[in-house]
């Protein structure tokens, strides 16, 4: 059983920037393809970022292609999110996840969860 639990979100102007964390628990952290997804008040979940077992290889949606940045610290158990350039349009709860294939990830089948934490950009 893995836990995730995000942090880092909060208010930010349009145009600035965030990093948001993800510490991992309880499980072989190298062993899974991470990710980050978002959902905003009336819209479905968004997949925003995913990143390779060994950290090597990235993908990410045109929507924010970029403007983030994931990464990963195999040896803390940690996943991250650089998010620069912010838009009105990137307000929303952002959730880290784990998944053990990276098809899964992408297609929002994920194994593990975050609980969210909250990004609001204003104008």
């Known amino acids: 059983q893995v836990q995730l639990v995000d942090s880092g979100g909060g208010l930010v102007r349009a145009g600035g920037s965030l990093r948001l964390t993800c510490a991992a628990s309880?499980?072989?952290?190298?062993?899974?393809?991470m990710g980050w997804f978002r959902q905003a008040p009336g819209k479905e979940r968004e997949f925003v970022a995913a990143?390779?077992?060994?950290?090597?290889?990235?993908t990410y949606p045109d929507s924010v292609k970029g403007r983030f940045t994931i990464s990963r610290d195999n040896a803390k158990n940690m996943v991250f999110l650089q998010m620069n350039s912010l838009k009105l349009e990137d307000t929303a709860v952002y959730y880290c996840?784990?998944?053990?294939?990276?098809?899964?990830?992408?297609?929002?089948?994920?194994?593990?969860w975050g609980q969210g934490t909250q990004v609001t950009v204003s104008s």
């Open positions: 309880g499980g072989t952290f190298s062993s899974y393809v």
């Open positions: 990143i390779s077992r060994g950290g090597g290889a990235t």
């Open positions: 996840a784990a998944a053990r294939l990276q098809t899964a990830m992408t297609h929002g089948i994920c194994d593990y």
